[in-house]
């Protein structure tokens, strides 16, 4: 499961890096994936959204079986 989440990553990644942040993984945990936004996303008032609607999206379509996923 860690290897297709990676992977469902690395499609949103270039969109990240281009507004001059990133995605981490950090964590899996029974379904419940630990992300870290870095650089500009991390303290960026729209994070909360890039997280539910880019990464929670992206990494859920990729990986149906992943219940949420959270920002630490």
Known sequence: MREKIERA?????????????DVELVDVI???VKVRLKGACGGCPMS??????GV???IKKAVPEVKRVEAV
């Open 56 to 58: 929670e999206q992206a």
């Open 48 to 53: 909360q959204m890039t997280l539910t609607r």
């Open 30 to 32: 029974e379904g419940i």
């Open 9 to 21: 990553l690395q499609t949103i990644r270039p969109a990240l890096q281009a507004d001059g942040g």
